[in-house]
């Protein structure tokens, strides 16, 4: 890097900031002013430490009197640079010119807008700049970021600065610093924020905001906050990040707010209750499903593996009983509104057509059920008493006590066999389901709207936990028999199949929208009636038609599961369709009960024997040009006699293949050799496969998939080729010895030779050398014939002394 080692020139700033009399507005219009603010240019640090700069440079963050061009730069200008970090302008803002920081905070003082009512004329808008304030919200998260304690400090000092936060909630920015300043409670400077924020009625003025008779925008910003705070509170995700159970988490699920929320969500006289119901409803899933109590019960976590429970989880889940006993109270309202919801359309338009609506409403309370008997099965809230789990982190342990005695005189009598068996608070929700006929109702929304796939989830995630629940202990039972006997669901499970048939019989007709599920919940009624026979299905086959149950369960259901169960692209394809031998016959009906697995292992089975069999045939020379196809679908019986087998001649109508004439080379021609009876061309040891049945028949079988020969027949085949390869080996290792003297030629004239050539190569015929059985005896040659293509050294030698002079004779002839 050159600038450190001097080979830069000069940035502007350096060239201005020496100038005595530069002030902050010059130094603000220079393009390369962050850039030298992110290098921490000391000259640049030094000019905006000054106490008039830095007044001026926190002015600028928040004034709302600016002109012109600088309204919109140097408040962005002003926060950017204090967005760097430098740590000497922090430390100067915090902790050496404190009037500084309540000059910043003291933007929060600005008038507030009112809490909007629901219905009412918008005003003149009254409350913060969204751009300024998202600059002030920016600057002070710097600061609680590097100057922690002495932040949190100052803010907490003051008791209204909580109020002034919860004033200008609805500015999205605040809602965050708000939010910011509450994940001050991980870190150890920050311990106690928490406790802070919460003695101050922060959670009080958040459920306010859901009044009924206010706005939307106010009950989405009480939901939205409420909400991450229950998030960054979570116990039931080990590995994320939490600041575990807190005072606002216990206070939220105490009976006093949970009764004022459900007051405000069932209030059905308010002019936006709906919209107070649908976020009330938000906050209580969120709550119920980050604070899962069956977490403790984790095997994994009880010391399997070397470490202690209480080193792994943070804190022990909140317990929901005091939630769960106040909307379990109220479960016959909610219920009311599934079958009288005050806001919904009479239909909607979508690709279907004209379909009835659901609402948005009745599909947030299904879920508040489904999420309520999750709660319920919790096993926190399924070991203790009704009266025991009430209230078991009350802060006041004398409001506990009278709470156990009021509940005492209400409790419900068990329905357990055992009278001394104590009634839990999820037995309690179940009896109110049971009582108030929660679950037939879903099950007829789930029926009437076959189009709304988030309401069969939700349904059929409520059946899935009821069918898999115990029978012998709880009310889990009495769930059971209220859906079958008052719900019918057998009834319109066989309807909506016929429904669904008639649909798809259609011209470009489609299957219902819930007949995915259905076949999901069809699989778990069958387990309950062959798990539970005498306690389920004896109490309910008076009063559901189990006739009509058998005969789907044998048709419509076994053939739908039989056709999910087979493989996405089909059974593989049989290339011999014609021909299926028995052996696949009894294969195929062993492999229905063991599926696509079983085929592919025959398939390996097979191509494994076909590979060892080639490395046979390749060992005697022979030519395997034809390979085997769909070892899949033909078998072979080792037990099977040959007489037995069809052998299909596939050679039939095709032709031996002629061969071709051609000429060989050959030994140096003596003029007086007859010509006639040569037959080089031939070549013996080429086996005409055509012309052999038995290799035709053993081609036909490798078509077929035959994989066993006769092993005697094969035996001796294999010895008369092997003793005919040899003969023809030992006639080409005679014929290699011959050609190794072609380097000597014929003597004699060449004009008589070439004319004995030209006669010979005229008299041969060659249908006779193609048919010559083998090749005519050589002569004998004398040495007298013959003439050395090639002298000796000797010769050679003497043959260049006869042309070379003395090295004497030379160097004097120089």
């Not at 004329?121 to 002070?140: N, P, R």
């Not at 294969?587 to 398939?603: H, N």
Request: hydrophobic letters at 35%; glycine letters at 4%.
């Amino acid at each position: 890097m050159f600038w450190r080692f001097g080979f830069h020139n000069p940035s502007v700033i350096d060239t201005l900031l020496d100038r005595g009399d530069v002030k902050l507005d010059e130094v603000l219009e220079e393009e390369d002013l962050l850039q030298e603010a992110k290098s921490h240019n000391q000259k640049l640090v030094d000019f905006l430490v000054k106490p008039d700069n830095l007044c001026l440079l926190i002015h600028y963050i928040t004034a709302p009197d600016l002109e012109g061009n600088k309204r919109l730069k140097y408040p962005f200008l002003a926060s950017e640079i204090m967005a760097c970090e430098i740590p000497q302008i922090l430390d100067a803002v915090v902790l050496e010119h404190r009037p500084l920081l309540e000059s910043l905070w003291a933007y929060l003082d600005r008038p507030a807008a009112p809490r909007r009512r629901f219905g009412a004329s918008d005003e003149t808008e009254v409350g913060l700049d969204s751009m300024q304030a998202s600059y002030f919200c920016k600057v002070i998260s710097i600061l609680m970021a590097k100057q922690t304690a002495e932040m949190l400090k100052f803010i907490t000092a003051k008791p209204e600065n909580i109020k002034k936060l919860l004033a200008h909630l609805q500015t999205s920015s605040i809602m965050d610093l708000l939010l910011t300043l509450i994940r001050m409670e991980e870190l150890e400077e920050g311990k106690g924020i928490i406790q802070w924020l919460n003695d101050y009625g922060l959670l009080e003025d958040l459920i306010d905001r859901l009044d009924p008779y206010l706005d939307d925008d106010e009950h989405s910003i009480a939901q939205q906050c409420i909400c991450e705070i229950i998030r960054m509170s979570q116990t039931s995700v080990q590995d994320s990040p939490s600041i575990g159970v807190n005072d606002i988490i216990i206070k939220l699920k105490s009976q006093p707010v949970m009764k004022k929320l459900t007051m405000f969500m069932l209030n059905t006289e308010a002019p936006n209750s709906t919209s107070a119901l649908i976020n009330g409803i938000t906050i209580i899933i969120d709550l119920i499903r980050h604070n899962n109590s069956d977490v403790e019960n984790d095997s994994s976590l009880n010391g399997n593996y070397g470490c202690q429970t209480s080193q792994i989880m943070r804190d022990m889940p909140v317990s929901l009983a005091d939630m769960l006993k106040v909307l379990s109270d109220h479960v016959g309202d909610f219920n009311q509104l599934l079958l009288d919801p005050k806001s919904i359309k009479k239909s909607v338009s979508n690709a279907m057509g004209e379909q009835a609506s659901l609402g948005f409403e009745r599909l947030r309370i299904c879920e508040l059920f489904a999420e309520l008997l999750h709660c319920s099965n919790m096993s926190n809230l399924n070991t203790t008493a009704l009266n025991e789990s009430l209230t078991p982190e009350s802060p006041n342990p004398d409001q506990t006590q009278k709470s156990d005695e009021n509940t005492k005189d209400d409790k419900p009598k068990p329905a357990h066999d055992n009278d001394d068996d104590l009634f839990s608070i999820g037995d309690y929700l179940k009896q109110k389901y049971v009582e108030h006929k929660v679950m037939p109702i879903c099950v007829d929304l789930f029926f009437s709207f076959p189009w709304n796939n988030v309401l069969h989830y939700v349904v059929y995630d409520m059946l899935h936990q009821v069918f898999n629940g115990r029978v012998d202990k709880g009310l889990n039972r009495s769930l059971i028999i209220s859906i079958l006997k008052d719900g019918q669901l057998t009834d319109w499970i066989i309807k909506a199949q016929k429904l669904n048939d008639i649909e798809s019989a259609k011209r470009k007709g489609t299957r219902l929208g819930y007949m995915g599920h259905l076949t999901f919940i069809s699989d778990e009624i069958v387990k309950v009636f062959e798990g539970y026979p005498e306690s389920i299905l004896n109490t309910v086959k008076d009063d559901i038609d189990l006739d009509a149950w058998n005969k789907y369960c044998s048709g419509e259901l076994r053939d739908t599961k039989e056709r999910d169960r087979l493989p996405l692209g089909g059974a593989r394809p049989n290339d011999d369709p014609d021909h299926i031998s028995d052996d696949d016959e009894e294969g195929d009906e062993e492999d229905d009960s063991r599926g696509v697995p079983s085929q592919f292992s025959r398939y390996l089975v097979h191509h494994v024997s076909q590979e060892k069999l080639t490395e046979e045939y390749a060992e005697e020379g022979t030519d395997r040009w034809i390979n085997t196809r769909d070892s899949n679908d033909n078998k072979i019986d080792e037990e099977e006699p040959e007489s037995n087998k069809i052998i299909t001649d596939w050679t039939r109508g095709f032709q031996q293949f002629p061969h071709t004439n051609t000429l060989h080379r050959t030994q140096s021609h003596h003029p007086g050799d007859n010509y006639e009876d040569e037959d080089e061309d031939v070549d013996d040891d080429e086996y005409d496969h055509l012309a052999d049945t038995t290799e035709r028949q053993r081609r036909a079988n490798i078509r077929r998939g035959i994989t066993v020969l006769a092993t005697a027949e094969v035996k001796k085949q294999q010895q008369q080729q092997k003793e005919q390869q040899l003969k023809l080996q030992q006639q080409k290792e005679a014929e290699q010895q011959d050609n190794e003297d072609f380097g000597d030629f014929v003597s004699g004239s060449e004009v008589d030779l070439n004319k004995t050539m030209v006669s010979g190569l005229k008299d041969i015929d060659l249908s006779q050398v193609v048919q010559s059985p083998l090749p005519p005896p050589l002569p004998t040659w004398n040495d007298q014939h013959y003439v050395r293509a090639v002298k000796t050294k000797e010769e050679e030698r003497g043959k260049i002394k006869d042309f070379c002079l003395d090295d004497e004779e030379q160097e004097g002839e120089i």
